[in-house]
């Protein structure tokens, strides 16, 4: 009923008008930051991302947001944050990938301590100032305590990883002295899709060779990215989110439960060790990261009452390895629009916001690089064009190593029904993707099909089955996973 939908719109609209506030992010461009930002505009928020390049920040992050470029120098921060009414700092350089030798720890150092003291000065600067910084830590903090209970009160350790920690804290707590409430999240291990620890950890463990990290005895604390996005949103809205906050699942559980779990999500068996020698012999000091035993709680958390989606590690790792419902298939008959596919990819993803809302975030191209793993580097080349009928659009993709240049143009335009694209050129011998959107009560529901013929001719099967369609499932869920964040579930 048309009545019936423009109230939905109406209403929706201005839940999204009394919510609005601007949110500068540093660290928008990685693993947390690109969860973050969607997670922050659904709730009707602007997000002003510090960034190095803005024309990374706009691929990896879409057409919605703003770009202050650290480039511009100490006044355009200060100007920016002059016009926001709060900051999250995810800036940090990654503590795993490199030895931590003297030049790699003061990168690691710089990253943290340095921009997070660029950023307080910024806000002490500002006028007015935003009313709250929601700042990163680690549980790298407590070092490596065995089989004791930890909490937001126990005592730091002293090691390299403990002091960086303690060291970044100290710089976002200075906020404090210009009015600011200051909520420092102290991160266990964060598990997602595409990205973060879980993507060096998922290989060996899909072919059956992944196991427990050293002992498999220390403790494995943990948390899926959905619930640390949801704990900075908390965070940031209320205001009992004051101090040090662990962020972490409320589920305890040793390296050797961990490979367990994941070997039972991916339904591998998980018994092959990795000694903590050969460990520390690729990674030097820095494997005290994957090492060391902290038996966390998220002792302030669960006073405030937050509650995790994924509470249990079971049920993070389903939803991670698993995800959205995805169908490939052989295809016998194919349409007449799609001549000479050869397999057919089938989803269906409902979200919940209107059909307007959701049809103009997809038919925007900008929008592409946010729905695309960070991996696959994806880019527009030239101006980004207007959809409509007719419209073509290229864009450069990289596929593992190989660089790929690809070219779409719109066959089917429909809005807000649907659109049609099929590929010009580019990898596929056939590629046509019809996006269907229909509104369904209070929710849109976005049906996803595809079309295709593999390369290779004669070993087209054989590509498909070994490295294209896991690719595409993979693609696919990722982009549910970010369509979650953006506009959340019924």
């Given at each position: 009923?048309?009545?019936?939908?423009?109230?939905q719109?109406?209403r929706?609209?201005?839940?999204?008008a009394?919510?609005?506030r601007?949110i500068?992010?540093?660290?928008?461009?990685?693993?947390?930051g690109?969860?973050?930002?969607?997670?922050?505009?659904?709730e009707g928020?602007?997000?002003v991302?510090?960034?190095?390049s803005?024309?990374?920040a706009?691929?990896l992050l879409g057409a919605?947001?703003?770009?202050v470029?650290i480039?511009?120098?100490?006044e355009?921060l200060?100007?920016?944050?002059s016009?926001?009414?709060a900051?999250?700092?995810?800036?940090?350089e990654?503590?795993?990938?490199?030895?931590w030798?003297?030049?790699?720890k003061?990168?690691l150092?710089?990253s943290?301590?340095?921009v997070?003291?660029?950023?307080?000065t910024a806000?002490?600067?500002a006028?007015?100032?935003p009313?709250v910084?929601?700042s990163?830590s680690a549980?790298?903090?407590y070092?490596?305590r065995?089989?004791?209970?930890?909490d937001e009160?126990s005592?730091?350790?002293?090691?390299?990883?403990?002091?960086?920690c303690?060291?970044?804290?100290t710089?976002?707590?200075?906020?404090?002295?210009?009015?600011?409430?200051?909520?420092?999240l102290?991160?266990?291990v964060?598990?997602?899709r595409?990205?973060?620890a879980?993507?060096?950890?998922?290989?060996?463990?899909?072919?059956?060779?992944?196991?427990?990290i050293?002992?498999?005895?220390?403790?494995f604390?943990?948390?899926?990215?959905?619930?640390?996005?949801?704990?900075i949103?908390?965070?940031?809205d209320?205001?009992?989110?004051?101090?040090?906050?662990?962020a972490?699942?409320?589920?305890?559980?040793?390296?050797?439960?961990?490979?367990?779990?994941?070997?039972?999500?991916?339904?591998?068996?998980?018994?092959?060790?990795?000694?903590?020698?050969a460990?520390?012999?690729?990674?030097?000091?820095?494997?005290?990261?994957?090492?060391?035993?902290q038996?966390?709680e998220?002792t302030?958390?669960?006073?405030?009452?937050?509650?995790?989606?994924?509470p249990?590690?079971?049920?993070?790792?389903?939803?991670?390895?698993?995800?959205a419902p995805?169908k490939i298939s052989r295809i016998?008959?194919?349409?007449?629009?799609?001549?000479?596919?050869k397999?057919?990819?089938?989803?269906?993803?409902?979200?919940?916001?209107p059909?307007?809302?959701?049809?103009?975030?997809?038919?925007?191209?900008?929008?592409l690089?946010?729905?695309t793993p960070?991996?696959?580097?994806?880019?527009?080349?030239?101006q980004v064009p207007?959809?409509?009928?007719?419209?073509?659009?290229?864009?450069?993709?990289?596929?593992?190593?190989?660089?790929?240049?690809?070219r779409?143009?719109?066959?089917?335009?429909?809005?807000?029904?649907?659109f049609t694209?099929?590929?010009?050129?580019?990898?596929?011998?056939?590629?046509r993707?019809?996006?269907?959107?229909?509104?369904?009560?209070?929710t849109?529901?976005?049906?996803d099909?595809?079309?295709?013929?593999?390369?290779?001719?004669?070993?087209?099967?054989?590509?498909n089955?070994l490295?294209?369609?896991?690719a595409?499932?993979?693609?696919f869920?990722?982009r549910?996973?970010?369509?979650?964040?953006?506009?959340?579930s019924?």
């Open positions: 009923m048309p009545g019936a939908h423009t109230a719109l109406l929706y609209r201005q839940r999204m009394n919510a609005a601007r500068l992010v540093t660290g928008a461009t990685g693993f947390i690109r969860a973050l930002v969607p997670r922050l505009q659904r928020h602007r997000v991302v510090w960034a190095r803005e024309t990374r706009l691929a919605e947001i703003d770009v470029s480039a511009a120098g100490q355009a200060t100007a920016a944050l016009q926001c009414d900051g999250v700092n995810l800036a940090g990654p503590l795993l990938g490199k030895r030798t003297p030049a790699r003061t990168v150092r710089a943290r301590i340095d997070t003291g660029q950023l307080v806000i002490e600067a006028s007015p100032r009313r910084l929601v990163a549980v790298g903090l070092g490596d065995g089989d004791e209970v930890l009160r005592v730091p350790a002293a090691d390299f990883l403990a002091r960086l303690r060291d970044w804290e710089a976002a707590e200075r906020a404090t002295q210009s009015g600011l409430r200051v909520v420092l102290r991160t266990g964060v598990l997602g595409a990205g973060g879980l993507a060096q950890m998922l290989p060996p463990f899909k072919v059956g060779a992944g196991g427990p050293g002992s498999g005895r220390q403790y604390p943990w948390i899926h990215l959905y619930d640390l996005v949801n704990l949103v908390a965070a940031l209320d205001d009992r989110y004051v101090g040090a906050i662990n972490v699942a409320p589920d305890l559980v040793t390296s050797r439960i961990f490979a367990r779990t994941l070997g039972r999500a991916l339904a591998r068996p998980a018994l092959l060790p990795t000694p903590a020698l460990l520390r012999a690729i990674f030097g000091d820095a494997a005290v990261v994957l090492l060391a035993s038996r966390i998220p302030v958390a669960r006073r405030l009452g937050f509650a995790w989606q994924f249990s590690l079971d049920a993070a790792l389903h939803d991670i390895v698993g995800g995805l016998a008959d194919t349409p007449s629009a799609a001549t000479g596919a397999y057919t990819l089938g989803t269906s993803t409902v979200v919940a916001a059909l307007d809302d959701v049809f103009s975030f997809f038919s925007k191209p900008a929008n690089g946010l729905i960070a991996a696959m580097r994806f880019r527009i080349v030239g207007v959809l409509t009928q007719g419209v073509t659009i290229d864009y450069r993709v990289r596929v593992g190593p190989l660089p790929i240049s690809w779409s143009r719109i066959v089917d335009w429909d809005p807000p029904n649907g694209d099929v590929q010009v050129r580019g990898p596929y011998r056939v590629w993707h019809e996006h269907v959107f229909r509104a369904q009560g209070n849109t529901v976005m049906d099909r595809v079309y295709y013929a593999a390369p290779a001719g004669i070993l087209g099967a054989l590509a089955r490295f294209i369609a896991p595409l499932r993979e693609i869920k990722y549910a996973d970010v369509i979650r964040m953006r506009f959340g019924p």
